[in-house]
């Protein structure tokens, strides 16, 4: 059992931030409403300004017009189902809120909407170490569940690049992926167990806490990656897994982000598993080393980041050396555990440097794994013919690029050029086999394409179990289906 302290604040409530500056139309919270009646009679509920602002959108660079009403910041499972109790019986939308991290618009709350925070509900509960099993509040961040995990020798494998700023309610609830995803999958392989507040207050448990299981259909699967709308995470049993014994990394430069992407096509047709394989192109390597006083840029105008792990970890790094090595201007093995790290954070640091230089707006679309450098030459089109900067880095085992355009900090990314980019991304997966979403999920902002990808049938189907889950579609409306 361990307990953490509460979180720094999320980077999203950085005044300095030029990201943040959420334009409101409310800036008064109404005191007669339905939202008024849940708000005045939960224990946990607050109509203060700030925190509405803070509370009103994540780090998709998406500014909401306004403002939500409340935010009631739970303690424990009761002041959830309290909230959720409330909410039903005056007809009010709530939207479950982590860390704020997200990139999809998906925790963004309006007028006569209220947030449900659940950040403050961060304990680890209990770490078994036997069974290599972790019971957690939603609340808790994800590095910190690595960091205890640890102290018995064990790991938890979805590491988004945010693992120090993200909740593991909200990977849960957008199976996010990250670095170690290559070889361990995403969130939805790591969780064994939930228990959910629904819509009416009551409580769910989906799955079970061994690692096997087929007792019923398997909603744990339905409502992980169900982005708030079907009900809320309050607890979750992750599963862990031993660490590696032996890690080895390198970083290789390429003339091109093509070349690149032909180089993680090679290992992947090779059949080799790489723990992790990133992807950085030219740009973003230049806004990672102007952030961090780095000189990766100097070396080459793409960046391919592989890390193998296991007793064999030294044989498989050299045959992804072997793969790579057509296509690679230089290849530098990491001498040490420091260089290594060195390494893996220059790929975490993309983002936060990309936010240094304006408004981004991250695409998030998977294609077949021999197709990225196909994936890469198209958004270079996407960027000549719509006139806007796209910044790309990729999870390439997974075939998941993140084209990132970066807009002047007043810009709208739901409007103009930004947008239209955005759809042209999606238009591109397509062509190529892809996907519009690999794993930030849908939000706000990329829903009018959902249709588009699913089909008609999928959608309805969608739309029906939503229905039967959350009838008054209070939990989070308007957003993912
Ligand atoms: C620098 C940076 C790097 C990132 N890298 C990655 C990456 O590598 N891989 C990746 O997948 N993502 C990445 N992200 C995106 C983001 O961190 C993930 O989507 C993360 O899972 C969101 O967690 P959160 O706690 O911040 O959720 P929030 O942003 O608070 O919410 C996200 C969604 O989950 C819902 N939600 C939150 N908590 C709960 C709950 N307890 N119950 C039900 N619904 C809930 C919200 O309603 C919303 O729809 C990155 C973000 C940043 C800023």
């Known amino acids: 059992m361990s307990t953490r302290p509460a979180p720094s604040a999320p980077l999203q409530n950085d005044p300095e931030s030029p990201i943040m500056t959420v334009h409101t139309a409310s800036p008064a919270a109404p005191t007669s409403s339905p939202t008024a009646a849940v708000l005045g009679a939960h224990p946990q509920a607050t109509t ?30 009761d002041d959830v189902v309290e ?97 170690w995803c290559a070889k361990y999958g995403v969130t939805r392989e790591s969780v064994l167990g939930l228990v959910i507040v629904l819509a009416d207050g009551r409580i769910l448990r989906t ?9 019923g259909y398997d909603l744990n699967a339905l409502f992980i990656g169900s982005e708030g709308t079907l009900g809320v995470v309050v607890e979750a049993t992750l599963r862990l897994r031993p660490k590696p014994v032996r890690t080895e990394t390198l970083a290789a430069y390429f003339a091109d982000i093509e070349a690149a992407g032909r180089a993680a096509s090679a290992i992947t047709a090779a059949r080799i598993q790489p723990s992790i394989l990133e992807l950085m192109d030219g740009p973003t390597l230049e806004a990672v080393d102007l952030a961090e006083g780095t000189k990766h840029r100097e070396l080459g105008g793409a960046f391919l980041l592989a890390q193998t792990d296991g007793y064999g970890a030294h044989l498989e790094l050299d045959e992804i050396v072997q793969a790579i090595s057509p296509y690679a201007t230089s290849i530098h093995r990491a001498a040490d555990a420091v260089e290594a790290e060195a390494l893996v954070k220059a790929r975490r640091d993309a983002i936060p440097a990309l936010e240094r230089l304006g408004r981004v707006s991250i695409g998030d679309i998977a294609v077949p794994r021999n197709r990225l450098a196909e994936a890469f030459t198209g958004l270079e089109d996407i960027a000549a013919q719509r006139g806007v900067r796209i910044f790309s880095v990729a999870h390439a085992a997974d075939g998941n690029l993140h084209p ?12 103009g050029p930004a947008k239209a980019a955005l759809g042209d991304m999606f238009h591109l997966a397509q062509r190529l086999g892809g996907t519009l979403t690999g794993e930030h999920g849908v939000g706000l902002l ?36």
């Not at 509405?52 to 306004?66: F, H, L, Q």
């Not at 799955?207 to 007792?215: D, N």
């Not at 249709?451 to 959350?470: F, P």
């Open 207 to 215: 799955g079970r806490k061994t690692i096997k299981g087929v007792t």
């Open 83 to 179: 909230a959720l109790r409330l909410a039903q019986a005056h007809g009010v939308p709530v939207v479950p809120r982590g860390a704020g991290t997200g990139l999809a618009a998906g925790a963004s709350a309006h007028e006569g909407e209220i947030v449900l925070d659940v950040s403050r509900m961060n304990r680890i509960l209990a770490i078994d170490p036997v069974e290599m099993t972790a019971i957690v509040e939603p609340g808790v961040i994800n590095a910190e569940v690595n960091a205890a995990a640890a102290q018995h020798g064990l790991f938890y494998a979805p590491d988004p690049a945010s693992t120090a700023i993200c909740s593991i309610g909200g990977n849960i609830a957008t199976n996010a992926g990250g670095m």
């Open 446 to 481: 990329k829903r009018e394409w959902v249709g588009e990808e699913i089909g008609e049938t999928s959608r309805s189907l969608q739309q029906a179990i939503k229905g039967v889950i959350d009838p008054a579609g209070i939990l989070n409306p308007g957003k993912a289906i």
């Open 48 to 77: 203060d300004a700030d925190a509405r602002k803070a509370a009103a959108t994540d780090r998709s660079g998406y500014i909401p017009s306004t403002l939500p009403d409340g935010v009631v910041v739970a303690r424990g499972v």
């Open 404 to 415: 990132m355009l970066v807009v002047d900090p007043h810009e709208s990314i739901t409007e």
